[in-house]
């Protein structure tokens, strides 16, 4: 079964490709203001905000990624999952914001290969669960060019420098594992 980047676009309330591409940081501030978000906001509070818009919850979740993957989001059924690699507390807050701004903008993606690619990327997840995945691995592409400006600007002003507590990481996951996911450890 083929992983598609994650995706979307359409009259609905989305954006479309050409508006996610051709001014970021002008469409991320109107999607933060629809989304109520303002002023400088931990990165809990703007993923709560785009749970609720979505109408399922957008779980942040440390794993370890193979190289050069920093950053994904694994899209379900049952709930959004944003994986980060752990380190430097900037480069996790820069890799969290970008992987936040590929939903912020509404980037569709492209299709990625077969269940091996999703294995490589997250073991830890069935392949049958996911719906569509967006993984940063280069920049080459408009959209990540996109997301990487996007998040720039998000870093920069509008996140507080406040990564997710461990209390709060494991309150979600268990969150997700009740949601039927299975994530790292799970047996």
């Given amino acids: 079964m083929p992983v598609r980047v994650l995706a979307w676009s359409g009259d609905d309330g989305t954006l479309s490709s050409m508006d996610a591409t051709s001014d970021p940081i002008r469409t991320v501030r109107r999607r933060l203001r629809a989304l109520g978000v303002s002023g400088r906001v931990p990165v809990q ?4 905000a785009l749970s609720d818009e979505r109408r399922k919850s957008l779980r942040l979740v440390p ?3 193979p190289c050069p993957v920093n950053g994904a989001v ?27 701004s590929h939903l912020l ?17 997250a073991p830890e997840i069935e392949p049958a669960d996911v719906r569509r995945l967006l ?10 060019r ?6 720039t600007y998000l870093v920069g002003n509008r996140l507080l420098d406040v990564l997710p507590t461990e209390e709060w990481i494991g309150h979600h996951l268990l ?3 009740a949601d039927g996911l299975m994530l790292p450890g799970d047996s």
Avoid: F, K, N, P
């Fill in 45 to 48: 509070e703007l993923a709560q």
């Fill in 63 to 65: 794993v370890t990624l």
């Fill in 74 to 100: 694994l899209i379900t059924r049952q709930a959004d999952v944003l994986c980060y690699a752990d380190g430097w507390r900037m480069w996790v807050l820069h890799t969290i914001a970008h992987e936040l």
């Fill in 105 to 121: 903008l509404g980037h569709r993606g492209t299709e990625l290969g077969a269940d091996d690619t999703l294995r490589m990327l």
């Fill in 135 to 144: 993984g940063r691995i280069t920049h080459s592409t408009a959209e990540e």
């Fill in 146 to 151: 996109a997301a990487e400006i996007a998040a």
């Fill in 175 to 177: 969150r997700t594992w």
